[in-house]
């Protein structure tokens, strides 16, 4: 079960959305609010998995709602007005459901909820890998990559990106602190908070940033003296 809040300063709206996810028998509503203050109250005491927000309420609309909790459930935005649907998923919403609302477009988003957590609660924080190979799950399969073809590897909160040569990144549900203490020792070295590269595929350096076709990786000053010290091995002179 995924237990969920509803908040809505509209009763009408509130009593659809909670009607919504009483009847949708993987969702366990735990509490419904309309007012977000009380909302902020109850989640300092109880922990949810995925949180049904109104954007446009007074004292405290839900985008602001959502920036205000250190550790934030998954989001589901609701709300009358399509223009707040890109800020919605700069907070990393799940998703955004424009009123008024169906049931079938509700079930979508729920959906969708389900899917993430289903990924999360099947994955979990294992690498395996030897010197030439490494294999994950991605999309419910365990994917063999060849180490050679990675380039870099992207941090994307609970997330990573695989970039590879001629091929599409792959996902996976993993922690960058997993991939760096399984490719320290393999020609991969982490630069910045939400990059790890190869070092092998280093062609070009320019003005502090490590550039791999058209992207530049920046080298932050927490990582830059590791960084360093490995040109300054290589370096020929």
Not at 1 to 28: F, G, H, V
Not at 73 to 101: M, N, Q, R
């Amino acid at each position: 079960m995924i237990k969920c809040i509803a908040i809505d300063d509209e009763p009408l709206a509130l009593k659809q959305i909670t009607s919504y996810i009483n009847k949708t028998p993987y969702l366990d509503l735990t509490a419904s609010f309309e007012s977000p203050i009380e909302a902020l109250t109850y989640l300092q005491e109880n922990t949810v998995d995925l949180v049904f927000v109104d954007i446009n309420m007074p004292d405290l609309n839900g985008l602001d709602f959502v920036k205000s909790l250190k550790y934030p459930p998954k989001i589901i935005f609701t709300t009358a007005y399509s223009e707040y649907a890109l800020e919605g998923f700069k907070v990393d919403a799940l998703d955004y459901l424009l009123k008024p609302i169906d049931y079938a477009t509700f079930l979508k988003a729920a959906n969708k909820a389900r899917e993430w957590f289903d990924l999360k609660r099947n994955t979990t924080e294992e690498i395996k890998s030897n010197n030439d190979y490494l294999f994950i799950k991605s999309e419910y399969k365990i994917v063999r990559i060849k180490l050679e073809d990675v380039t870099y590897i992207e941090g994307m909160r609970e997330y990573v990106r695989i970039h590879l040569i001629n091929e599409k990144p792959i996902m996976t549900l993993l922690s960058m602190k997993a991939m760096e203490a399984q490719l320290a020792s393999k020609s991969f070295m982490r630069v910045h908070r939400s990059y790890i590269v190869n070092l092998n595929k280093i062609t070009t350096i320019e003005r502090n940033r490590i550039v791999f076709d058209k992207v530049y990786i920046p080298i932050s000053e927490q990582y830059k003296e590791g960084f360093n010290q490995f040109i300054e091995n290589n370096f020929l002179s």
